[in-house]
């Protein structure tokens, strides 16, 4: 069966490091992998966008990776602020139309002082 | 600012009883999702619509229905809400141009 994995434990690190989240991705061939920011009691927002022919996608401090041989995606945030304490979540939409994106469970992202 | 507007942010509901969750946008989006969330679960997609009247069921549809009368307006409806349906209930559009969802702020809905 389909199945999207983030790591479920939450990811504690220090200010001014470099967060990495892992998605990975099993029996998908997702056309475009997408990241949302999800805070506490609130609605997910919308981060970036990769598609299944780009290998990176850069936006600020964001930077996400689509291996679709590994089938997985690296989000990293560089320069980490406890602003950037959140849940991140991946969504997989494989037919490349927007239509119905398939969401993994989240990663919860702790920044420290 | 693009906005999705979820009409309450906490419901109480009693067990039977039909509930409504409005969800508008003002974006002239063409497709609108309902989902739920739950902890452990993550978002999971109950039912969705590609225009106006039309819809489409999504992995979990049991229990629910929906209804899109007017392009900016897409409301779900819990016929005879349940203990288990308890959940947060989130609302999302996106354009065919596509470029990611904008999600609502939710509904926490509890029913007793």
């Known amino acids: 069966s389909q199945k999207i994995e983030q790591n479920s434990e939450a990811l504690n690190i220090q200010e001014g490091k470099t967060a990495t989240l892992t998605c990975n991705y099993t029996n998908y061939s997702p056309a475009y992998l997408q990241w949302y920011r999800q805070d506490p009691g609130r609605g997910p927002v919308f981060l970036l966008l990769i598609r299944e022919n780009e290998k990176e996608k850069r936006k600020e401090r964001l930077k996400v990776t689509f291996d679709t041989t590994l089938k997985q995606s690296l989000f990293h945030i560089t320069a980490s602020q406890p602003a950037d304490s959140a849940t991140y979540l991946c969504?997989?939409?494989?037919?490349?139309?927007?239509?119905?994106?398939?969401f993994g469970t989240g990663t919860r992202l702790q920044v420290t002082l | 600012d693009v906005k999705v507007t979820q009409s309450s942010r906490y419901l109480v509901k009693r067990t039977g009883e039909k509930v409504f969750l409005e969800c508008v946008q003002d974006m002239d989006h063409e497709n609108m999702f309902w989902y739920r969330q739950d902890p452990g679960l993550g978002l999971r997609l109950i039912y969705f619509?590609?225009?106006?009247?039309?819809?489409e069921k999504g992995d979990i549809p049991e229990g629910y229905s929906v209804s899109r009368e007017k392009k900016e307006r897409f409301s779900l409806i819990l016929e005879s809400a349940s203990t288990n349906q308890t959940s947060m209930y989130l609302c999302?559009?996106?354009?065919?141009?596509?470029?990611?969802?904008?999600f609502g702020s939710g509904t926490r809905l509890t029913v007793v």
């Open positions: 969504a997989l939409d494989p037919a490349g139309t927007a239509s119905k994106l398939t």
């Open positions: 999302a559009s996106i354009s065919t141009a596509g470029w990611g969802y904008t």
């Open positions: 619509s590609y225009d106006v009247k039309m819809k």
